[in-house]
């Protein structure tokens, strides 16, 4: 049973930063692509970054140039650093591991961007 765990989200204000991290058990980390995908109220889930078993990275264009995607194999994890956040950035936060035709998904964790 593959299991994701995010921790790291919370209320910013706007111009700030945070560091989303996703911790992977019961599985072969390194082999699986890893994304981050975001929610916000009344929208679809969408891809935000993704980093394949190689390291190669894609952004959503909404975030390019503000969120870095990046890997630590040795502790089953992927983060997502995010700087000079936005109110339209406020979304439920989702960490998504891919494989041939496994995937899974985390629970979830919650940005908030207000004054």
């Known amino acids: 049973q593959v299991q994701l765990v995010e921790s790291g989200g919370g209320l910013v204000q706007p111009g700030g930063s945070l560091r989303l991290a996703c911790t992977a058990s019961?599985?072969?980390?390194?082999?699986?692509?890893m994304n981050w995908y975001r929610q916000a109220p009344g929208k679809q889930r969408e891809l935000v970054a993704g980093i394949s078993s190689t390291e190669n990275t894609n952004y959503a264009d909404s975030v390019k140039g503000r969120f870095t995607i990046y890997r630590d194999n040795a502790k089953s994890t992927v983060y997502l650093r995010m700087n000079s956040l936005k109110p339209e950035d406020t979304a439920v936060y989702y960490c998504h591991a891919a494989l041939y035709e496994y995937d899974y998904w985390g629970q979830g964790t919650q940005v908030t961007v207000s004054s």
């Open positions: 019961g599985t072969i980390f390194g082999l699986f692509g």
